[in-house]
């Protein structure tokens, strides 16, 4: 049986995969924040370049305290974070007064629909890639036959010619994967329930 704290590293690495999925930059687990006074804090995730947002992760079967939300927000103020670049995320729900203090709080079904967009968003990025890289490597088949001999090297025509064909089938499919990624994202929108 896994312990708390193993649950909570296993729940901090999903929403470090999930943000990933997500497309957000820079996304770090268990950041050491130093404020003025020298007290250090640590904060679950952090993700993005320049305009950082700073992430705590809860994963309790009961509903989270006020208390755990407060000091959230007071890590944020002694660290002069701006509440709004803060988000306290839970598997559960949350106690009525705890969502009213300014941070914004997810709770369990925020989070099944943030993970069932993070899926898409995964899978359409990587769609896009696989038939462009495709679409590229297809376009650019120069040398379908051969490698050119020491005449075709210098012949204009023979380049026009190749470069003609590669244009054409880049045209082709590219409009084939267009289409395709097209209905691979609303396939996989209506598979999660968002229409």
């Known amino acids: 049986m896994a312990t708390a704290q193993q649950k909570g590293d296993r729940f901090e690495k999903r929403m470090e995969r999930m943000f990933k999925r997500l497309g957000k930059w820079n996304v770090r687990r268990n950041v050491t924040l130093i404020d003025s006074f020298g007290n250090r ?14 992430v705590e992760c809860k994963n309790y079967a009961l509903p989270v305290p ?33 969502t009213t203090i300014g941070v914004l709080c997810l709770d369990g079904n925020d989070l099944r629909i943030l993970e069932r967009r993070a899926k898409i968003s995964g899978f359409s990025r990587f769609a896009a890639f696989a038939l462009a890289s495709g679409t590229l490597l297809y376009a650019l088949g120069l040398f379908d036959d051969g490698l ?18 590669a244009q054409m089938r880049a045209s082709r499919w590219y409009d084939i994967a267009r289409t395709t990624a097209g209905r691979w994202y609303a396939d996989a929108r209506n598979a999660v329930g968002l229409r």
């Open 41 to 54: 804090s640590q904060i679950d995730l952090t993700y993005g370049l320049f305009r950082k947002t700073y």
């Open 148 to 165: 050119p001999n020491s005449t075709q090297v210098t012949d204009r025509r023979y380049w026009d010619r190749k470069l003609a064909v």
């Open 66 to 98: 006020l208390k755990d939300v407060a000091k959230f927000k007071e890590v944020l103020a002694l660290n002069r974070i701006p509440l709004s670049r803060g988000l306290f995320v839970t598997t559960s729900t949350y106690v009525p007064r705890a």
